[in-house]
C-alpha cells in the first residue's frame, strides 16, 4: 500500500515538473502579463507598426477617425497589392476605389498645390485625390 502512494506523488512530482518546463519555454507567464497589460490595438500596432511594415496602426486610424464602413483600397509597396487589407477587410461590403490608402510609398504619389495630388501606382494611373493624412510616407487619399 505505501509503495503505490510512493508511486503516484513521484509520477505527480514530474508531470508536474514537465508541466513546469513546458510552460517556461514557452514564456507563457510573459504571455499572459503582455495579453493582459496592453489592448489588443497596442500590440498589433507593436507587432505591424504605425507607418512602417504593414502599417496596422495607421490603418486603424483612419478607418476610426472617418467612420470607414467599406472596404478601402490599401496599396502597400514593400508588402505587395493589398497585403495590408486583412486588418480590417468585411466579406459583406465592396471595395471602393473612391477612398484609398498608399503605404511605404512617396514616389507614387505626385503633389499638387492645395493638399492635392496625383496617384500612379506601379504604371497605373489612379488620377487627382485629395490628401486627407499623411504620416511619414503613409497617406490616405479621399478622391
Known amino acids: 500500500m505505501r509503495f503505490k502512494n510512493i508511486y503516484k506523488n513521484k509520477t505527480s512530482f514530474l508531470l508536474l515538473l514537465a508541466i513546469i518546463f513546458i510552460l517556461h519555454q514557452n514564456n507563457v507567464l510573459e504571455k499572459i502579463y503582455i495579453i493582459s497589460k496592453f489592448s489588443?490595438?497596442?500590440?498589433?500596432?507593436?507587432?505591424?507598426?504605425?507607418?512602417?511594415?504593414?502599417?496596422?496602426?495607421?490603418?486603424?486610424?483612419?478607418?476610426i477617425e472617418n467612420k470607414i464602413s467599406q472596404n478601402?483600397?490599401?496599396?502597400?509597396?514593400?508588402?505587395?497589392?493589398?497585403?495590408?487589407?486583412?486588418?480590417?477587410?468585411?466579406?459583406?461590403?465592396?471595395?471602393?476605389?473612391?477612398?484609398?490608402?498608399?503605404?511605404?510609398?512617396k514616389k507614387s504619389i505626385k503633389f499638387i498645390k492645395n493638399g492635392k495630388a496625383r496617384l500612379v501606382y506601379r504604371g497605373k494611373d489612379y488620377g487627382f485625390y485629395k490628401i486627407i493624412k499623411k504620416v511619414d510616407n503613409c497617406f490616405y487619399l479621399k478622391k
Open 40 to 63: 489588443t490595438k497596442e500590440r498589433l500596432t507593436k507587432s505591424y507598426g504605425y507607418c512602417g511594415g504593414p502599417s496596422y496602426g495607421f490603418i486603424d486610424d483612419v478607418f
Open 72 to 105: 478601402i483600397e490599401i496599396l502597400d509597396e514593400i508588402y505587395g497589392f493589398n497585403n495590408s487589407i486583412w486588418f480590417k477587410y468585411e466579406v459583406k461590403h465592396s471595395t471602393t476605389k473612391d477612398h484609398i490608402i498608399l503605404i511605404n510609398n
